[in-house]
């Protein structure tokens, strides 16, 4: 098992930045990719970026040029820096992981951030 645990989210004003962190802890070296999806109430939940073991890096259309994805694998955590923030990022952001041994994947409880002014 793994388990996650995000920070970082909250309000901001359009044009802002946040980083959110997701801190793994248990089996360790079962990670694999790792990434940030968000959702609103009554959505699908969305692929933001993601990042393997090797750094490879993907991200959503809508987020490229303002948000980075990034690890540190020594210290099992994953960060999502988000520049330019839009209205329409606003949403619950979960932290993933997929196991690299299994078809497992594990979620985070979800972090809040809201671009308002």
């Known amino acids: 098992q793994v388990q996650l645990v995000e920070s970082g989210g909250g309000l901001v004003q359009p044009g802002g930045s946040l980083r959110l962190s997701c801190a793994a802890s248990?089996?360790?070296?079962?990670?694999?990719?790792m990434g940030w999806y968000r959702q609103n109430p009554g959505k699908q939940r969305d692929l933001v970026a993601s990042?393997?073991?090797?750094?490879?890096?993907n991200y959503a259309d809508s987020v490229k040029g303002r948000f980075t994805i990034s690890r540190d694998n020594a210290k099992n955590t994953a960060y999502l820096q988000m520049n330019s923030l839009k209205l329409e990022d606003t949403a619950i952001y979960y932290c993933?992981?997929?196991?690299?041994?299994?078809?497992?994947?594990?979620w985070g409880q979800g972090t809040q951030v809201t671009v308002s002014s």
């Open positions: 248990g089996s360790i070296f079962n990670i694999g990719t």
């Open positions: 990042i393997t073991t090797g750094g490879n890096t």
């Open positions: 993933n992981v997929k196991s690299r041994y299994s078809s497992s994947t594990y």
